[in-house]
């Protein structure tokens, strides 16, 4: 069936650095893109989207890149901050038009 | 503005008794959505509501059932609860349905079942 996974279960990155979270995901027709992030004991929150019609797309110090070629997902968040310490996870358009999560990516940032 | 609210916050439930989460929103999204979150996942969509008054399965229907008889109330409910069922549930909303529309998350029931 189709799948969204990630790479890194757990990513540590120290404050001020640049960090990258990497999904790849397995239906070519996903047409469609998001990133969530989900701090401890609470529920997910939008981060960034992009369509399949696009291969970069910029919000306030991230950055989500897409690769359709491979089919690969990326985010990258700028100047990491400790307030950026939680779990991302994206998400594709999957069959009958409804959202497949991947499992997630825990980011840890180190002071 | 308070969002989406889900109540209760957490529940330890033993396994044949009946449970309802709620689910209630004051953004007059016309659908909405639950979603059971299990480590190493993701998230699994159970039931959703594209509007009042309708409802449909998602991919993990079994053993759940869900009402919509007005915008803002979304509950579901476990008739008979079974281990397998312990999770963390969040209810979701969006102004309109499809997966275009930027959804918004409550912040979770734990469940545990017994």
């Known amino acids: 069936g189709e799948s969204v996974g990630l790479h890194l279960p757990t990513l540590s990155v120290q404050e001020g650095d640049n960090s990258i979270i990497n999904c790849a995901y397995s239906n070519s027709a996903s047409d469609y893109f998001i990133w969530y992030k989900q701090e401890s004991g609470k529920g997910p929150q939008f981060i960034i989207d992009i369509r399949s019609n696009m291969d970069k797309r910029q919000g306030q110090r991230v950055t989500v890149l897409l690769n359709k070629t491979v089919k690969h997902l990326s985010l990258q968040i700028a100047a990491t901050q400790p307030g950026d310490s939680a779990v991302y996870f994206c998400a594709e358009t999957g069959t009958a038009s409804k959202l497949t999560f991947g499992t997630g990516t825990r980011l840890q940032v180190t002071l | 503005i308070a969002g989406i609210t889900q109540a209760p916050t957490s529940q330890i439930l033993a396994a044949g008794r009946r449970m309802t989460l709620r689910c209630t929103q004051d953004?007059?999204?016309?659908?909405m959505y639950w979603y059971r979150q299990d480590l190493g996942l993701g998230l699994r969509l159970i039931h959703y509501s594209n509007t009042a008054g309708t409802t449909g399965k998602g991919e993990v229907p079994d053993g759940y059932s869900v009402s919509r008889a007005n915008t803002d109330d979304f509950p579901l409910t476990l008739a008979s609860a079974v281990p397998s069922q312990t999770s963390v549930y969040f209810c979701?909303?969006?102004?309109?349905?499809?997966?275009?529309?930027?959804?918004?998350f409550g912040p979770g029931t734990r469940l545990t079942v017994l």
């Open positions: 979701a909303s969006s102004d309109f349905a499809g997966p275009y529309n930027e959804q918004f």
């Open positions: 953004m007059r999204h016309n659908a």
